[in-house]
DNA sequence: AGCAAATAGTGTACCCGGTCTAAATTTATG
DNA sequence: CATAAATTTAGACCGGGTACACTATTTGCT
């Protein structure tokens, strides 16, 4: 940890961490549901109100890399090199957690385990959704002021984050599938690329 | 009401009516955080148990029209002329929606206050988010009937769930604002024709 | 018409996530 | 060491949602 933080805020983070991690132990022990906060708090020997003091809602007590991940993408999408299109910028950086077996490239070995926890859960599933649509509005926000305002910010930040979205759930499917993850990881590539010379290129003539 | 159905379902059919018109004026009223399930049980004159029986869930009771409009949007691309694509199937619906003023054209004189409900209400608005996502699955299925089975449907589906999604928003947000309803509607056909404008051509060069 | 089986509605008790408040404990500071 | 600030705790409370057993009504059948 950092010397230089007081004991106070060590404290603190080491105590959201032991619950963060105590809790995902029971989720995947026994399942999301039905594990109580009640049951987490006792586990982690603390208070109930201490578990809603870090974590507002039950669900980011799994789900708590969500915010550095939307960092991570925005990060991707203002360091593009100039007259890259922000598209170009997203699947790169697609591209990039895919090479370093990033949770969140959905290709990596155990990442089915996660994600069927999430499929069990009808608050999960939810709390994803309201992620893509954080994602979306904080796309829209940062295209409106790199690339300019108007409805099209929107649309665009809208279709980026579905595809980011789509793309890692598309291998967890396959690892579900029982495919081996070798053989996601180097399909995978190619769902990225497909997906995006989609949204680059449009679907004018899907179904025609 | 209809002839052929017996009493019993006659009756089903307008108590599951009058609870929700109930529930829906004391949420107009009141919000709907602040509207209990019990509250609405007495004005409607039921028990509470009367209406989980009708509305597993609370939200369902303002929000219980998202099964007939994707059916409209099914329907729409199925009936879809030979040659034409996908996209313009739905686009010429949303065109649709808009000349009839549908409630979901979002254009319609009225759609602020609905959508102002939802809005200050977190457990409506991920309800929202979930009838999208139903809506995205129930298109990639279909799209992979009609067109062919692959990835391709999936990431389909979900972009024209999502513009089918935002072009109304877009009307609403204007209304909210204080746009005339008039001025809103003539704008919103080219909102729509903007939207899958890009969906249809892409977004290759945005932002580069 | 009358009766038995389905089925809708009711009442009650219960669980769990989440909020509020006030008191107790711990850390920081001079 | 004293005191202020911030965390933790305990406990009461609320509301959505479920389980279950019971009553009332509708329906189909004879």
């Known amino acids: 940890m950092d010397e230089r933080l007081g004991l106070r805020e060590r404290k603190k983070r080491e105590s959201r961490r032991r619950i963060a991690d105590i809790a995902s132990g029971l989720f995947i022990e026994r399942g999301f549901?039905?594990?109580?906060?009640?049951?987490?708090?006792?586990?982690?020997?603390?208070?109930?109100?201490?578990?809603?003091?870090?974590?507002?809602?039950?669900?980011?007590?799994?789900?708590?890399?969500?915010?550095?991940?939307?960092?991570?993408?925005?990060?991707a999408i203002r360091a593009r090199e100039t007259g890259e299109?922000?598209?170009a910028a997203v699947r790169r950086h697609l591209h990039e957690l895919l090479a370093?077996?990033?949770?969140?490239?959905?290709?990596?070995?155990?990442?089915?385990?996660?994600y069927q926890i999430v499929d069990a859960s009808p608050?999960?599933?939810?709390r994803t959704l309201e992620h893509t649509r954080e994602m979306a509005d904080a796309l829209t926000e940062l295209?409106?002021?790199?690339?300019?305002?108007?409805?099209?910010a929107a649309v665009v930040a809208n279709l980026i984050a579905t595809a980011?979205?789509?793309?890692?759930?598309?291998?967890?499917d396959k690892l579900i599938a029982g495919q081996p993850g070798e053989q996601v990881r180097r399909e995978q590539a190619d769902v990225i690329d497909q997906t995006?010379?989609?949204l680059e290129g449009g679907i004018a003539n899907y179904g025609s």
């Open 196 to 198: 995006f010379d989609l």
């Open 143 to 152: 295209l409106e002021t790199e690339v300019g305002p108007g409805m099209q």
């Open 164 to 172: 980011v979205t789509i793309v890692p759930r598309v291998a967890v």
């Open 123 to 126: 608050a999960l599933v939810r």
């Open 33 to 75: 549901d039905n594990v109580t906060i009640a049951e987490v708090a006792e586990a982690a020997d603390v208070a109930r109100m201490t578990v809603f003091n870090y974590f507002p809602r039950k669900e980011d007590l799994f789900l708590d890399r969500h915010a550095d991940l939307v960092e991570d993408l925005k990060r």
């Open 85 to 87: 299109s922000v598209v």
């Open 100 to 114: 370093t077996q990033h949770p969140l490239s959905g290709a990596r070995d155990g990442s089915e385990f996660f």
